[in-house]
């Protein structure tokens, strides 16, 4: 099949939706891209166009269903084939709206080894590539931890909250002392990606510091701060760390003292008992 | 912010009565602590998400309950005001932002109408900030949303709805309760039942439009806060406005907007309410990566051998691979059905409304809302992923495919996270 074959395999809108599609036909069309390798991949990418632009329906709908087939257990030789194919054209010259479909689709379908690839777009504000290099990278898993590390501290504005945000996903607690001075910038998010990083690597010694900041915060700032003073006790409890669990529902009852902290109070109890 | 004069209400007397303090002093109800609430008394209330079924979840979460609307929010302002207006002659506060909603002293109760997509993170918000919750369906848009949930309510001892109420009627209904007894009894041995839903999903009607491209983002609409936890898109009008079920960033299509509807009573039926299916069989053509589209069926298979089977009855062939029969009494032993017959009925379940005042847990509670908004969710993600999948029902995860858990818990975009 030539790339036209292939793609006619896909529908266009009928009455507005892909209402007659036919599922044998589009399969056969999967097949072809996988088996027509990089070169076939990159002639479907190349008809991909900025949205808004013109008509890229079936294009796009055939390298996603290909990006989701390639997945499963016994499929690696094919998903590292496509997946290398597809990162492949983010070297290339194209729009940043192209680009942006390309991470998504190896979100679904990538792996360590098109990592770099990802990660060349986490400090890329354009058409928010950063969020979906991030959020592809935090689905490949813990293989791609070193690049949210190296691209954080050259981080500003919109990506600096979502390279954090991914270390914090991904539980890495190389970057503790980046959390800890998260937890003391002038932006309020920052401060609660912080707190809520520090939370996901379950890190004890750092509890005080935490509730101090919950403290200090205001409003909704506070309500987070809280809420992730309690996730912490509740998982070190879950690691058998009774003790700090317990000097965390504590001070939260201690600190808590205001007549609308009574749920919290309340909430603190509850993680007691269930402590015993 | 806007003040409301709480000087008749049950809850600022005893402000008062407590503190000796000021009329401007408000006493919310979740700080009284008490179990037993009189039922003179007045709970303060917000709508978040004012359109399409905003007034219908809001009058829900008001039934049975003395109430007064203090604040209404869309990210959409129009929206907020229109209903302000309707319900409180616009003194209720409107707000763009539920951040800044969840930060009043005086809230007790918080009715969520957003498109799925903000159901989970809104629900978690409210409770941390001590409030009862009822979610319009479906609970959440993917499966680890609906567990933060259920911990986040757990946690803090919150009363949560689903916007679903099938299961209050099941609950009465003697054939039901029947059923209900056999499979929560653990006497049903490789069941052999197949509960087919055909059609009523919405199939065609819920499938997006591809290819629309951006348009102008309407002034009264905050779009980079409409897309929120989900991955953010140029705008296009048909993402919102109730067409937003056709999108997978949002919705899930008819299957999400109308299963939890159809399922969430059966799974009280057969007493599924604390687990999943372990196996997943789809016919589907592969899905567009934007909208939502055809499916023929999904075999829904649980441990203890029961099926369910959606067929959506608008594309495809039709299910073949067992035939349909309900679960029976005389599927057991003469030994068993007298067990059966000699089990008390299951407790009532209780309203909100009841819920709250008896600081109870509510019929359509978070692990209940959560394993029938799994059914969904797992049958979408067969459907998306045109495979069979097999799932660890207590774990929550797919097994054995790395690529399909992907789906389960797909990261949020900054600041929103569970």
């Given at each position: 099949?030539?790339?036209?074959?292939?793609?006619?395999?896909?529908?266009?809108?009928?009455?507005?939706?892909?209402?007659?599609?036919?599922?044998?036909?589009?399969?056969?069309?999967?097949?072809?891209?996988?088996?027509?390798?990089?070169?076939?991949?990159?002639?479907?990418?190349?008809?991909?166009?900025?949205?808004?632009?013109?008509?890229?329906?079936?294009?796009?709908?055939?390298?996603?269903?290909?990006?989701?087939?390639?997945?499963?257990?016994?499929?690696?030789?094919?998903?590292?084939?496509?997946?290398?194919?597809?990162?492949?054209?983010?070297?290339?010259?194209?729009?940043?709206?192209?680009?942006?479909?390309?991470?998504?689709?190896?979100?679904?379908?990538?792996?360590?080894?098109?990592?770099?690839?990802?990660?060349?777009?986490?400090?890329?504000?354009?058409?928010?590539?950063?969020?979906?290099?991030?959020?592809?990278?935090?689905?490949?898993?813990?293989?791609?931890?070193?690049?949210?590390?190296?691209?954080?501290?050259?981080?500003?504005?919109?990506?600096?909250?979502?390279?954090?945000?991914?270390?914090?996903?991904?539980?890495?607690?190389?970057?503790?002392?980046?959390?800890?001075?998260?937890?003391?910038?002038?932006?309020?998010?920052?401060?609660?990606?912080?707190?809520?990083?520090?939370?996901?690597?379950?890190?004890?010694?750092?509890?005080?510091?935490?509730?101090?900041?919950?403290?200090?915060?205001?409003?909704?700032?506070?309500?987070?701060?809280?809420?992730?003073?309690?996730?912490?006790?509740?998982?070190?409890?879950?690691?058998?760390?009774?003790?700090?669990?317990?000097?965390?529902?504590?001070?939260?009852?201690?600190?808590?003292?205001?007549?609308?902290?009574?749920?919290?109070?309340?909430?603190?109890?509850?993680?007691?008992?269930?402590?015993? | 912010?806007?003040?409301?004069?709480?000087?008749?209400?049950?809850?600022?007397?005893?402000?008062?009565?407590?503190?000796?303090?000021?009329?401007?002093?408000?006493?919310?109800?979740?700080?009284?602590?008490?179990?037993?609430?009189?039922?003179?008394?007045?709970?303060?209330?917000?709508?978040?998400?004012?359109?399409?079924?905003?007034?219908?979840?809001?009058?829900?979460?008001?039934?049975?309950?003395?109430?007064?609307?203090?604040?209404?929010?869309?990210?959409?302002?129009?929206?907020?005001?229109?209903?302000?207006?309707?319900?409180?002659?616009?003194?209720?506060?409107?707000?763009?932002?539920?951040?800044?909603?969840?930060?009043?002293?005086?809230?007790?109760?918080?009715?969520?109408?957003?498109?799925?997509?903000?159901?989970?993170?809104?629900?978690?918000?409210?409770?941390?900030?001590?409030?009862?919750?009822?979610?319009?369906?479906?609970?959440?848009?993917?499966?680890?949303?609906?567990?933060?949930?259920?911990?986040?309510?757990?946690?803090?001892?919150?009363?949560?709805?689903?916007?679903?109420?099938?299961?209050?009627?099941?609950?009465?209904?003697?054939?039901?309760?029947?059923k209900?007894?056999i499979m929560s009894?653990g006497?049903m041995k490789d069941c052999n039942a197949v509960r087919?839903?055909?059609?009523?999903?919405?199939?065609?009607?819920?499938?997006?439009?591809?290819?629309?491209?951006?348009?102008?983002?309407?002034?009264?609409?905050?779009?980079?806060?409409?897309?929120?936890?989900?991955?953010?898109?140029?705008?296009?009008?048909?993402?919102?406005?109730?067409?937003?079920?056709?999108?997978?960033?949002?919705?899930?299509?008819?299957?999400?907007?109308?299963?939890?509807?159809?399922f969430?009573?059966e799974q009280?039926t057969y007493a599924k309410d604390h687990t999943s299916p372990v196996e997943i069989t789809?016919?589907?053509?592969?899905?567009?990566?934007?909208?939502?589209?055809?499916?023929?069926?999904v075999e829904l298979k649980y441990a203890d051998g029961f099926k369910f089977v959606?067929?959506?009855?608008?594309?495809?062939?039709?299910?073949?691979?067992h035939?349909?029969?309900?679960v029976?009494?005389?599927?057991?032993?003469?030994?068993?059905?007298?067990?059966?017959?000699?089990?008390?009925?299951?407790?009532?379940?209780?309203?909100?409304?009841?819920?709250?005042?008896?600081?109870?847990?509510?019929?359509?509670?978070?692990?209940?809302?959560?394993r029938a908004?799994c059914i969904?969710?797992l049958a979408?993600?067969?459907?998306?992923?045109?495979?069979?999948l097999k799932y660890d029902p207590d774990?929550?995860?797919?097994?054995?495919?790395?690529?399909?858990?992907?789906?389960?818990?797909?990261?949020?975009?900054?600041?929103?996270?569970?």
């Open positions: 099949m030539n790339t036209k074959e292939i793609l006619n395999a896909f529908p266009l809108p009928e009455g507005k939706i892909l209402r007659n599609i036919d599922k044998n036909a589009c399969e056969r069309a999967i097949e072809q891209i996988i088996s027509g390798g990089r070169n076939k991949t990159r002639e479907i990418i190349d008809l991909i166009l900025e949205p808004g632009n013109g008509d890229d329906i079936r294009p796009r709908h055939a390298i996603h269903a290909t990006a989701i087939r390639v997945g499963g257990t016994g499929k690696e030789i094919e998903r590292n084939s496509f997946a290398s194919a597809l990162a492949s054209t983010l070297n290339d010259d194209r729009p940043k709206g192209v680009k942006g479909f390309i991470i998504r689709q190896l979100q679904i379908c990538g792996g360590a080894k098109q990592a770099n690839s990802i990660a060349h777009f986490l400090n890329d504000s354009e058409e928010h590539l950063y969020e979906y290099s991030a959020q592809a990278l935090e689905a490949i898993g813990i293989l791609t931890v070193e690049h949210f590390r190296k691209a954080y501290p050259l981080a500003k504005g919109a990506p600096r909250l979502t390279i954090l945000q991914g270390l914090g996903v991904l539980q890495d607690k190389k970057s503790r002392q980046f959390f800890l001075s998260a937890m003391q910038d002038s932006d309020r998010e920052i401060r609660l990606a912080g707190i809520w990083c520090l939370m996901r690597i379950s890190s004890a010694k750092d509890a005080e510091l935490m509730l101090s900041q919950s403290r200090k915060e205001k409003g909704w700032g506070r309500i987070k701060a809280t809420a992730y003073c309690f996730e912490l006790a509740e998982k070190l409890a879950k690691n058998g760390q009774s003790k700090e669990a317990k000097g965390i529902y504590i001070k939260i009852k201690k600190s808590h003292s205001e007549k609308q902290d009574a749920y919290l109070r309340e909430s603190a109890d509850r993680g007691l008992a269930q402590l015993q | 912010m806007k003040k409301i004069a709480y000087s008749q209400t049950r809850r600022s007397f005893l402000s008062k009565s407590a503190t000796g303090a000021t009329a401007a002093s408000i006493l919310p109800r979740h700080i009284l602590g008490a179990p037993y609430v009189p039922p003179s008394e007045k709970f303060g209330t917000a709508l978040i998400g004012c359109g399409g079924r905003g007034p219908g979840t809001y009058s829900q979460l008001c039934k049975g309950l003395d109430v007064e609307l203090v604040g209404a929010c869309d990210v959409d302002t129009n929206k907020a005001k229109r209903f302000s207006l309707a319900r409180s002659k616009g003194k209720a506060e409107t707000y763009q932002d539920f951040r800044r909603l969840l930060e009043r002293k005086d809230l007790d109760l918080v009715a969520i109408a957003t498109p799925p997509h903000w159901h989970a993170s809104i629900s978690i918000a409210a409770a941390e900030a001590g409030m009862d919750v009822l979610c319009e369906k479906p609970m959440t848009r993917f499966v680890a949303e609906g567990r933060a949930v259920v911990n986040a309510f757990k946690r803090y001892g919150r009363v949560y709805q689903i916007g679903t109420f099938g299961r209050f009627n099941r609950s009465n209904d003697k054939a039901s309760i029947l209900h007894k009894s006497l087919m839903k055909k059609g009523g999903l919405k199939i065609k009607q819920w499938s997006g439009t591809p290819g629309i491209g951006p348009q102008t983002i309407p002034d009264t609409l905050d779009w980079d806060l409409y897309c929120g936890p989900s991955p953010w898109k140029p705008y296009e009008s048909r993402r919102t406005g109730g067409t937003h079920r056709g999108y997978w960033d949002y919705e899930g299509g008819g299957m999400c907007d109308m299963g939890q509807h159809h969430d009573p009280w789809p016919f589907a053509p592969p899905s567009h990566p934007e909208v939502t589209g055809m499916w023929a069926w959606m067929e959506s009855g608008e594309w495809g062939p039709s299910y073949d691979r035939p349909v029969r309900d029976s009494l005389d599927d057991l032993s003469k030994v068993d059905q007298d067990k059966i017959n000699s089990m008390p009925d299951p407790e009532p379940l209780l309203s909100f409304g009841e819920a709250v005042k008896q600081r109870k847990q509510a019929g359509g509670h978070p692990e209940a809302a959560h908004a969904l969710h979408n993600l067969a459907i998306r992923l045109g495979r069979k774990k929550e995860i797919f097994i054995n495919d790395n690529e399909a858990n992907r789906f389960l818990n797909p990261p949020m975009s900054a600041p929103w996270r569970i």
